[in-house]
């Protein structure tokens, strides 16, 4: 069961408008409000995964790039070992 994702009704509105008029512009179509609310639907139920799991992948990489950065201070901060003189 997939995930529908909660945006704020005000969000939701705008995004409504912003599908209408992609349509309008880009096909020359009228489409009403319920249309675009289908639509919006549409997009973050079946594709708004695939681009929401790209932005954890991309957050994965980022993490483990800075991981890699804090591990390599940490290594610098590293005291040597005394010799010990027997």
Same mark, same amino acid.
């Given at each position: *069961? %997939?995930?529908?994702?909660?945006? %704020?009704?005000?969000?939701?509105?705008?995004?409504?408008?912003?599908?209408? $008029?992609?349509?309008?512009?880009?096909?020359?179509?009228?489409?009403?409000?319920?249309?675009?609310?289908? &639509?919006?639907?549409? &997009? *973050?139920?079946?594709?708004?995964? $695939?681009?929401?799991?790209?932005?954890?992948?991309?957050?994965?990489?980022? $993490?483990?790039?800075?991981?890699? %950065?804090?591990?390599?201070?940490?290594?610098?901060?590293?005291?040597?070992?005394?010799? &010990?003189?027997?």
């Amino acid at each position: *069961m %997939s995930k529908v994702y909660q945006i %704020s009704r005000e969000k939701k509105k705008e995004l409504i408008e912003r599908i209408q $008029t992609f349509f309008y512009e880009e096909r020359n179509e009228e489409i009403g409000e319920l249309a675009a609310e289908n &639509v919006l639907h549409f &997009v *973050m139920s079946e594709i708004g995964p $695939t681009i929401y799991n790209a932005g954890i992948s991309d957050a994965i990489g980022m $993490t483990e790039q800075k991981w890699i %950065s804090i591990e390599q201070d940490l290594e610098a901060l590293k005291k040597p070992d005394p010799e &010990v003189n027997r």
